[in-house]
Structures are given as C-alpha cells and as structure tokens.
C-alpha cells in the first residue's frame, strides 16, 4: 500500500467522552464509549450512489432498512468531487460525509471531522486488515472514520471503435488525435495526478515518485500535458450521468472513468468496456467520517456500523463497482453479482500495490523531506480552473 504522512489533530466527537492515550504517548482526542439511541435524522454527503433506497433497482436498498432499525431518517447531498465535499462539511449542516484520500486529510487537519471510537462498532472487527489504520484515515493511532470500500480509475471505451483493449493510458494522452473531441476526462483538480502518473511512464528523468507531489517542474510539465489532452478537444464530466449520457450519445468514445458507470452502461448492453492500464491508476479508497460538530452523532455512528455490515457493503459495493471491505461483505455480494470480489480485487493486495489513491497536494510534500517543497492544493485548484477556463 502507498504511503502518504498526513500532518492532522482532529476535534473530539460529541457523544458519551473519555480520554485516552495516543500510540505516540501524547493526548489522544477525546473519543466516544458508547453509542445512544438516534436523534432521527442523519444528514450525509455523498459520492452518488453511496445510499440507495431501491429506487433505481428495488435489489438496492441499504437505506430503508437503516431507518426502520433506527429510526434515523437519512437525508443526502451529492457531492460533484472532494473539493465540493469539502466544502459542503465546512458549512457545519452535515453529520458526516463519504470521503476519499483527497478529502480526508483536509477534514482532520482543519477540526471538520472528529475522531472515530472503532471499538464500539461491532462490525468493524470484521473489516480487512489492509483497509484499517490507513494514512489518510488515521494519526498518531486514532482513527477518524471506517473504509467504504476502495477502487480503480479505469480506462472506459468503446469496443465498437477500440476494438483491441488498450494496455495503457496513451488513447487519451499522447494518441489523442486520434479520438479528437471524443475524449472523456474527470473535471476535478485532483486529475492533475493523472497526468503525473503518465508522466512516471513515460518521462522517467523528471523524478516523479508520487503523483500527488510534485515540484514547480514536474508540475509544469503535467499541465502541459494537460493542456495537450485538452486541445485534442477533451470532454469534461462532473458526474456520473453527465459521462453515461455522453457515451450513450457518442459523443465521446475513451477516457477516465469508475467501474459504476461501465457496469451502467454494460447493463443496457451498450459496446463498452472498462481496463486497468499496465502502469496503474490513479483511485480511492473511501472513508465514512463523522462530523466533529455533527447535530445527530448517534445516527452517524450508527451509520457507520451499518455500512460495514455484510448486507450493506455488499450491496453498496457491487451497486458501486468497487471492493468489499470484509469477506462476510463478500459472501453477501457473490449472492448478487457471482464473481464480484474477484472482479475488484477485494482481497488483493498486491493489485492495490498499483493504484495511487486520491491524496490530499501538500507543500511540505506529505514527506519527511524539510528542504522539499511541492505545489499544494490551492495551487492545484488554481491552476485546474485556469486549463478550464473556468
């Protein structure tokens, strides 16, 4: 697994409290013994798709039976990406939120989410032990939120005009011409990394090791590799549906996607086909965190538990198209789509070994490094509106 140091203090949780000692010896945030009955209402940020009620597919539904156990009724905002996210937890109206790497690490370092009591959530027992104490997730010891489940960027496309799969990125960089105007690529700053990841492959001598940190140079030479892409008239989607309708359309034909979408669109048996290139992908690794002023605490760490429960994640990650977090999720899953925990890699780590999961830019550069200074997320952000002319 990659490892990135996040450099983060949460707040404390607002339930039942007692101190603890951290794994470095300092004081720990305060952090929950137990769990109260629920308020009546949990309101979450969501990556789409996260909490379905059954009705797109009535087989889908983690959410109603949530509220009939609990009496939690759950309310949900759709988040386009983490910078949304973020945002979104920031205005202090959400009790918790699905976040990625590229989110996480904001969330503790500025108090937004609060630390998380694993101990009194009996399903995480059951959770893979590669997805616990992770570093965007976790510091000094302390857990600020449980995995969701975690997955590849692929490489979607259309078989009836790509008819040999490809093995690496190039269709939507350096072979780009050759599918011009039809090329569909996330709108979000965080796929500057994408590029980085190519520019690993092919532009060894410029000492990319991760493509979350980058120097002036490095960084340089990513947008301009950005700017190529979109020059050869790249197409740009925020959401999910926005890419499905695109494809559906034809009007685009390559580019940057999630196994949700290439199991929508195979559904209604349209030529598409999603591919982990050679050179490995960009990703996510999901984490449901509590907000650190959360007004229905209860709920959400009710929540929280729920969605690590066999009937629950294993829904949730087929519906999704990513891993499972705990073999009992995978038992469940194969009962719906035979053959699914294969098809994410569940319990394979080596496969994960090659997917550098969304990370949070730092100047400091996420290292151990002092003298090393990399372009963080604000230059990032600013530097993604400026390609987009947005």
């Known amino acids: 697994m990659i490892n990135r140091r996040i450099m983060a203090l949460g707040a404390a949780a607002a339930i039942v409290v007692a101190a603890c000692g951290g794994a470095s010896g300092t004081p720990a945030p305060s952090l929950p013994t137990s769990i109260g009955p629920g308020e009546g209402e949990l309101n979450l940020i969501i990556w789409a798709g996260y909490a379905e009620r059954g009705a797109v597919d009535p087989a889908y539904d983690w959410v109603t039976p949530f509220e009939t156990k609990t009496g939690c009724k759950v309310n949900t905002t759709d988040m386009t990406d983490s910078n949304n996210g973020v945002a979104l937890m920031q205005s202090g109206d959400y009790d918790g939120i699905s976040a990625s790497g590229d989110a996480t690490t904001r969330l503790i370092a500025g108090g937004i989410a609060a630390p998380v009591n694993t101990a009194i959530l009996p399903n995480y027992a059951n959770v893979f032990e590669g997805l616990k104490n992770l570093p965007h997730n976790t510091v000094d010891g302390v857990n600020y939120g449980v995995p969701h489940g975690r997955g590849p960027n692929l490489l979607m496309y259309n078989t009836e005009v790509i008819t040999t799969a490809p093995t690496s990125w190039a269709p939507v960089w350096e072979d780009g ?161 035979p053959g699914h925990c294969e098809l994410t890699h569940a319990q394979d780590e080596a496969y994960y070994d090659k997917i550098w999961y969304w990370s949070t830019p730092q100047a400091d550069c996420a290292d151990d490094d002092s003298a090393t200074t990399c372009k963080d997320q604000d230059d990032w952000v600013e530097a993604w509106t400026k390609l987009r002319g947005a």
Request: with cysteine; glycine share 6%; charged share 15%.
């Open 177 to 337: 011409s050759m599918y011009q105007g039809k090329i569909s690529i996330y709108d979000s700053s965080i796929y500057i990394a994408d590029a980085a990841l190519r520019l690993m492959t092919t532009k060894p001598d410029l000492g990319i090791k991760n493509p979350y940190q980058l120097n002036d140079a490095q960084f340089a030479a990513a947008i301009t590799l950005l700017e190529q892409q979109r020059d050869n008239g790249a197409l740009y989607w925020g959401t999910y549906s926005d890419q499905v309708a695109s494809y559906a359309a034809g009007e685009v034909v390559v580019g940057t996607s999630w196994q949700f979408q290439v199991n929508l669109m195979q559904a209604e048996e349209r030529p598409i086909a999603g591919v982990l290139p050679d050179e490995g992908s960009t990703g996510w690794s999901d984490t449901w965190m509590i907000a650190a002023k959360a007004k229905h605490p209860n709920c959400m760490y009710q929540w929280m538990d729920h969605m690590m429960s066999a009937e629950a994640n294993g829904q949730a990650t087929v519906w999704f198209g990513e891993a499972p977090t705990s073999a009992q999720a995978c038992e469940y899953a194969e009962t719906l789509s």
